[in-house]
């Protein structure tokens, strides 16, 4: 059993307006999967109906050969850990203690940690270098290592797929860089499958095993990141003047903005169906 | 990749126990026996408890700053468990200590010496002393405790529940919903229990109920508008209130009255235990759902991807709150802001885990209701005031503070 990830025919709504039309998609083990899209395309969507925050009513969701309804909160939450787009930090926990919260899902209903968890946590927080910011407080911290303690988190959950909204958006390069880096090694290095929400094509040239093109919750283009990411759907899906060419790093994908050439009318079109 | 203790690796680092504590307790100890080599035992206990101002302040700071440095700012033992029995432990200390006050004292003139006498059975029984002691000082103390306690709970699972740093039963209105079931049930001739505590009980969900509507958006429960809810809930609840007086003519006027002062003072053995039995098993309850709380304060979303189910922690949140809420009230009125100074406070000190703080609150909060009422009792020249004047008088301008600092 490869895929661990399988919808046939997935479709979410929010009351009447539909968000997501009848995807069939499967991930398989230790990919890669980047997702892109348009504003407002049903990807952090879509990112909720995997992880079980939103239940979607219609369609076929199997996660690791078992389906949805079999799974309760907590071997959910064994299976699939979520970093999800913005984090409310109110409460002024210590970046230890945040990471060790990942353990709850293998732990009782206290959360009564052992030494093991430490070491798992410990472990995470080396893994995306956040260890020499143990005991600072989390409300304290910027937004790049914010983020990098959300990572360290799902990492100590353990899971064996871990989802990722958008986590490269508030970092500057060096550690746009470093995350996908760091993704690319957990994949390597504990073969867990990363579902990852982009908005950067050129990092989702380099580092996506497969690619997810979605619009208005519908795909518009899934496979090999030089099948999706071709002059013509790109102009498609966004509406939007662009050159795609190859990187000078050879064998990527590169996508260049033009300026000034948005095609608005082709905005519109879409704004009235 | 060898396996280092937590310890040596600096995730943990250990605290040295310290120095002021041997030297506490040898001052502690020459003080205890000099004044055996005095007199009584009696005159010993007297003495102890007679440590100067200075000295206990001293003190005290110290221990606030034991306290502070197990906080996970500074971290700590790795066992969660020993933190908790630690922490527990010491605030026992205190909730002792403060009920030691609590019955020594009080606005008899002159009843020191004779309480501690007959507190300690050296004076013979049946004497006027007893009887304050025993009927009136003593279940008043364990009633303040236990509301003191439930109302300190009730904030923290507030602010937890609703991520809200200002909520609490008082201010969000659940306390005069709970008072409206009340007055109603005691208008409708119903003994305090179960009658009336049911009555306030359904009062309370009502009041929740009608918060939640009204101050929910679309998903997201906003900060402002919860507050300005639980203003008008409070608003109308008085309304309401006075109306009933005011058609109210006969004796159970008198009763009215006296539960609205938020008055500790009307109670017996019998209904402290009624309301023991009541909210000892919320607290349980709730320290077993202290780690969803705290996963809860990282939102909903997360908290769900990270195993915890919503709906049903909720549902018990909510329920059992205001059940414990609404038990307080209908036993004394609704006493205001202990919920917001209790939970506050300890969270400065110990750290926004719940594991720790639920029990703290338990035992903080009863610490400083019996202190709140013995000020109430010994403050006026003469008589007395009803305790939920202290507490406001304190957590009103707390909660002004705590508006401002939120609002930056
Ligand atoms: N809780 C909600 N209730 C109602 N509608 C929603 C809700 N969340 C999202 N939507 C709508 O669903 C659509 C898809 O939203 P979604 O957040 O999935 O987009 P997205 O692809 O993640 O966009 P972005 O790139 O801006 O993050 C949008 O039109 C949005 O307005
Ligand atoms: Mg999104």
Not at chain 1, 231 to 248: F, I, K, M, Q, R
Not at chain 2, 156 to 163: C, E, G
Request: glycine residues 10%; contains cysteine.
């Amino acid at each position: 059993m490869n895929t661990v990830i399988d919808t046939k025919k997935l479709s979410h709504s929010y009351g009447d307006v539909l968000v997501l039309k009848d995807l069939s998609l499967s991930i398989q083990k230790g990919d890669f999967f980047i997702i892109i899209g348009p504003n407002g395309s049903g990807k952090t969507t879509l990112m909720k109906v995997i992880s079980g925050i939103e239940k979607s009513g219609k369609g076929r969701l199997e996660i690791l050969g078992r389906p949805m309804r079999k799974y309760t909160r907590k071997t959910l939450a064994r299976a699939i850990s979520f970093v999800p787009q913005m984090v409310p930090v109110d409460f002024p926990f210590t970046v230890t203690e945040l990471v060790l919260m990942g353990r709850s899902p293998h732990l009782g209903t206290l959360g009564l940690e052992q030494e093991k968890d430490i070491q798992i946590a410990r472990q995470a927080m080396a893994f995306t270098g956040v260890e020499g910011l143990a005991h600072r407080k989390i409300d304290q911290l910027s937004g790049g290592e914010r983020q990098r303690v959300f990572i360290a988190r799902a990492i100590c959950q353990e899971p064996q797929i871990m989802l990722l909204d958008e986590p490269t958006a508030s970092l500057d390069l060096a550690h746009q860089v470093r995350v996908m880096d760091l993704m690319e090694r957990l994949k390597q290095e504990r073969g867990i499958t990363i579902v990852m929400v982009s908005h950067d094509v050129n990092l989702a040239a380099m580092y996506g095993d497969r690619l997810l093109l979605l619009k208005e919750g519908q795909i518009v283009s899934m496979g090999l990141p030089e099948e999706v990411l071709t002059h013509n759907t790109l102009e498609e899906a966004y509406g939007c003047n662009l050159l795609v060419d190859e990187s000078p790093l050879g064998k990527f994908q590169r996508v260049t903005l033009v300026p000034g050439k948005c095609i608005d009318s082709g905005m519109k079109k879409t704004d009235l169906k | 990749m060898p396996a280092l203790s937590p310890a040596e690796h600096g995730i943990y680092d250990r605290h040295p126990v310290p120095a002021w504590i041997p030297a506490f307790a040898g001052m502690t100890t020459l003080r205890y026996l000099v004044a055996r080599a005095i007199k009584s035992p009696v005159s010993i206990f007297y003495c102890l408890l007679q440590a100067d101002i200075t000295e206990s302040l001293f003190l005290f700071l110290r221990i606030l700053r034991f306290f502070a440095a197990m906080s996970p700012v500074n971290t700590k033992k790795p066992d969660i468990l020993k933190r908790v029995l630690t922490i527990s432990l010491l605030l026992l200390f205190l909730l002792l200590v403060a009920m030691l006050l609590g019955i020594l004292m009080g606005s008899t003139p002159g009843g020191f010496k004779e309480a501690i006498q007959s507190l300690f059975g050296t004076r013979e029984t049946g004497s006027m002393m007893d009887t304050i002691i025993w009927r009136i000082r003593f279940p008043r103390i364990l009633l303040a405790t236990l509301v003191g306690a439930a109302l300190s709970l009730g904030g923290l699972v507030f602010q937890a529940l609703l991520r809200n740093p200002l909520a609490e039963p008082y201010i969000l209105g659940i306390s005069s919903g709970s008072g409206i079931g009340a007055i109603f049930g005691i208008l409708m001739g119903f003994s305090r229990f179960p009658g009336v505590g049911a009555m306030a009980f359904a009062g309370s969900m009502v009041t929740l109920l009608l918060l939640l509507v009204m101050s929910s958006g679309q998903t997201m429960i906003k900060k402002d508008s919860l507050l300005l809810s639980g203003v008008m809930v409070n608003a109308f609840c008085g309304a309401l209130i006075m109306f009933l007086i005011s058609i109210t003519q006969d004796s159970r006027l008198h009763n009215i009255i006296f539960w609205l002062l938020g008055d500790l003072s009307m109670t017996d053995m019998g209904h402290v235990g009624i309301l023991a039995v009541t909210i000892v098993p919320c607290f349980i309850l709730l320290f077993w759902l202290s780690n969803s709380m705290n996963l809860l304060l990282m939102g909903k979303e997360m908290a769900q991807t990270m195993g915890v189910n919503i709906k049903v922690v909720t549902a018990i949140l909510l329920i059992v709150t205001s059940f414990m809420v609404s038990a307080t009230v209908s036993h004394c009125g609704p006493v205001g802001f202990v919920g917001l100074v209790m939970p506050h406070l300890l969270r400065l000190v110990f750290g926004p885990d719940h594991r720790v703080l639920v029990p703290a609150c338990v035992l903080g909060g009863g610490t400083y209701m019996v202190l709140c009422d013995l000020l109430a009792r010994t403050l006026p020249e003469q008589g007395e005031m009803p305790a939920g004047v202290i507490t406001a008088l304190i957590g009103a301008p707390l909660f002004i503070i705590l508006l401002k600092r939120t609002g930056r």
